[in-house]
């Protein structure tokens, strides 16, 4: 914001406090003094109002504002802000002197409170010589059953976009009612306005779709794994991260063979994601180790007792579970202490009550470093949510900031050079454009969630 310079010429003056206590006012030390300091009041009145400041970006849709426009006849040439070196912390891929800042001036997604308004340019400022492109996030806020997910995410890559300040380039965010054809729709709406990158496809239908299409053609980032795309046959221009349980598990898989085990049970019950878990941990337990075996739970008690027989005859060392968090803790009395027990963040809930959890007492899963790691130091730059949400809500919140941090990390044309350790995982590009994240080995002790202690 300009601001106008005004000299003071009351230098001679005695405060007004001091006179109010009975305080004489003094004599004046020079003759001509009255006579200078009219001409430096009237100087002061007719000295033109400018400003010096350089432009600065938000995170709204709002443009670069620049200085006010000089009195008529006059040309004012603005003298540069000098810019500070820039200063990026590794670790969290974050300016060093980032502040956290709450979460007021980020757009509202569509059909939801706006959010206040940024202050109002003076009627007779310009336009900068340029408008920076702008990042599009597409979600669809507006759909029934997505909606709440959709708009965690939201929530999540405000509040990281309002770390980053100034150092971001600005956000439009656009709500769509489903992910089949709004989805495509905003997408080219977002790039015909000339985006610099769409971010978007929190499913996998949408996720898919979004690859086959023309929108592919630009920088996109979706928020998913689109399926039936080998990596090499993925678009140049796509990028893709997601919160894969599958992934997890096949990281599970290889965290308990480096424990040294080497024969696994899998208890799994019969949901769509349950079955893709135990799957996951399958495939790479048999390439890693070898010797697996299936049982199935489905939350009967009785058929929880029933495991307790076979587990205990078992040559096997270890049991996987693919369970709901109810689930998990109906099974667990039932499985030997000898046996080690793994299972994905699908199984626990983190902040769930101390009681709750010690019935999992022993479990060993990866977490992300939002849940366990709270000196963690991206963890620490980024605030709560405001209001209360589910875990899985809160996923998808830590998930939105990473979102936004991948995207920066993309657009400066760091991605495939460092790797970023993010709030839900160590965060590096693979094969096929996708970003890998490598979480926290964790476990259960005492119903705390805490991070795992090398043996």
Aim: with cysteine; hydrophobic share 45%; aromatic share 4%.
């Amino acid at each position: 914001m300009g601001v106008a310079t005004t000299y003071n010429p009351g230098s001679n003056a005695v405060p007004r406090a001091a006179c109010a206590r009975g305080a004489s006012e003094p004599a004046t030390p020079f003759p001509m003094s009255r006579f200078n300091a009219i001409l430096l009041v009237l100087a002061a009145f007719v000295s033109p109002a400018f400003s010096a400041d350089a432009p600065t970006s938000t995170t709204t849709p709002a443009r670069i504002v620049g200085p006010l426009a000089p009195p008529q006849g006059e040309v004012v040439r603005p003298v540069p802000a000098p810019q500070p070196p820039e200063d990026i912390d590794p670790a969290t891929g974050l300016s060093r002197s980032t502040v956290v800042r709450p979460l007021r001036a980020f757009p509202s997604a569509p059909g939801t409170s706006p959010a206040p308004a940024p202050a109002t340019a003076p009627a007779n400022a310009v336009p900068g010589p340029s408008a920076p492109g702008h990042i599009a996030l597409v979600l669809p806020t507006s759909s029934p059953a997505l909606g709440r997910l959709a708009e965690a995410v939201r929530q999540g890559f405000a509040a990281a976009a309002q770390v980053a300040g100034k150092d971001a380039p600005p956000v439009d965010v656009l709500g769509i009612p489903d992910e089949g054809a709004a989805l495509l729709a905003a997408c080219r709406q977002a790039q015909a306005a000339g985006a610099i990158l769409v971010i978007g496809a929190i499913t996998r239908d949408g996720a898919t779709s979004l690859a086959g299409s023309d929108c592919a053609r630009q920088p996109v980032l979706e928020l998913n794994e689109p399926q039936n795309l080998l990596p090499e046959d993925m678009p140049p221009n796509l990028y893709s991260i997601s919160l894969s349980t599958e992934r997890e598990a096949s990281q599970v898989a290889d965290m308990a063979v480096a424990d040294g085990r080497r024969s696994a049970i899998v208890i799994a019950s019969s949901t769509p994601l349950a079955k893709r878990v135990a799957e996951a941990f399958e495939r790479e337990w048999t390439r890693a180790a070898g010797e697996v075996q299936r049982m199935t739970f489905d939350g009967d008690a009785e058929q929880a007792q029933r495991l307790r027989a076979p587990l205990e005859a078992t040559k096997a060392d270890m049991v996987f579970i693919a369970l709901e968090p109810a689930q998990a803790r109906a099974v667990r009395p039932y499985i030997p202490a000898t046996l080690g027990l793994y299972a994905t963040s699908l199984s626990v809930n983190p902040r769930a009550e101390t009681l709750v959890n010690l019935d999992l007492q022993g479990l060993r899963y990866l977490e992300m470093p939002w849940f366990v790691q709270p000196d963690h130091p991206a963890v620490m730059a980024y605030p709560q949510p405001s209001a209360p949400m589910s875990v899985d809500q809160e996923r998808l919140y830590a998930f939105g900031i990473d979102a936004f941090r991948v995207a920066l990390h993309l657009l400066r044309g760091e991605a495939r050079r460092t790797p970023l350790d993010g709030v839900t995982g160590r965060i590096a590009l693979g094969p096929g454009n996708a970003f890998q994240r490598t979480l926290t080995p964790a476990e259960v002790d005492g119903g705390h969630v805490i991070p795992l202690r090398a043996p």
